[in-house]
């Protein structure tokens, strides 16, 4: 039996992201049968995998026993899904960097490192520590990091910023370094008033798309189709937050809107509009390339006869 706990979350991502953008019944269908996919694919039992799937390291904010609980419910919810995980204060980032360098080296996993506020600087910090040694980081979650969060390093394969870009506490507009060539996505909530530095770490639905990152990884190739695009969102308000890994680069076929191309790619229309900075009645041109957001799975299963880049 499917574990139902992973499952669930991975299914509910699947929908969620189906169902929010308005598609087309025949397209909503064609997403649920690929979810169901998705889950069926999932290891079986109810038990951790004896290989883990891989190591997350969570840090919290100053402060983080108060105000970084959201990163202790997280740890909680990887370990049931199977993962390894376990949490700390952003104060001894570099003394578990160093250990887990050594555990590295003795039994190689994916890394997965996640931070709340100055947590989030810790694990770009902790990234910087791995890159030195040679060894790659699967994922980075910064979750309004501090402004001093330095950019992020090369050897990061996957990198998602979550932040408020007007907020004292945090705010880190975190940016790659030249050269990054990984996926890369980061989304601005300040249009989101429902959320706060204190909160921000502990929304359900984000703790849910995260999980289903991160039980995936193990069989995700950090290499999708074609080169990655960096994306930046500003969210609008009352708005579903969906985590795109990246952006990836489609030719626009003979009569194509980018309606059309939402409805295809199953992603809303304000994120094709506003990454590409067209207005949503623009006349699009048969041969000229627009950026889509992408899952480096789901979204791939789900667009039917799509494929990336066409």
């Known amino acids: 039996m499917v574990n139902s706990k992973v499952a669930a979350v991975v299914l509910g991502v699947l929908v969620a992201a189906c169902l929010r953008c308005g598609v087309t019944e025949p397209a909503k269908a064609g997403a649920l049968a690929a979810a169901g996919e998705a889950v069926a694919a999932l290891p079986d039992g109810v038990q951790p995998a004896p290989e883990p799937r891989g190591r997350a390291y969570l840090f919290r904010g100053a402060l983080g026993p108060i105000f970084s609980r959201g990163m202790d419910r997280l740890t909680k919810e990887l370990q049931q899904a199977g993962i390894e995980a376990d949490v700390n204060e952003f104060t001894i980032c570099r003394l578990v960097a160093a250990r887990a360098i050594t555990v590295y080296r003795e039994n190689p996993a994916p890394i997965i490192l996640i931070g709340h506020s100055m947590g989030g600087y810790c694990s770009v910090i902790f990234s910087q520590m791995l890159e030195a040694e040679n060894i790659p980081v ?3 979650v910064t979750i ?3 402004h001093v969060t330095p950019d992020v390093p090369l050897n990061v394969e996957r990198f998602i910023n979550i932040f408020l870009s007007k907020d004292v506490l945090g705010g880190g507009d975190v940016k790659p370094q030249p050269g990054y060539r990984g996926h890369y996505a980061s989304f601005d909530l300040s249009e989101h008033d429902e959320v706060s530095h204190i909160t921000i770490d502990k929304m359900d639905d984000v703790h849910q798309q995260l999980i289903a990152k991160i039980v995936q990884l193990a069989t995700t190739p950090s290499k999708g189709d074609g080169e990655p695009v960096p994306l930046r969102y500003v969210v609008p308000p009352n708005t579903a937050i969906e985590l795109w890994d990246s952006g990836t680069s489609v030719v626009v076929r003979q009569d194509e809107t980018l309606q059309n191309i939402a409805q295809l790619f199953h ?6 509009t506003q990454v590409n900075r067209r207005a949503d009645k623009t006349r ?3 041969g000229e390339r627009i950026i889509v957001p992408r899952h480096l799975l789901p979204l791939t299963a789900m667009s039917g006869a799509s494929s990336f880049p066409r």
């Open 144 to 146: 309004d990091p501090a």
């Open 284 to 286: 699009l041109m048969q």
């Open 138 to 140: 699967s994922l980075v």
């Open 267 to 272: 992603v809303p229309l304000w994120s094709l």
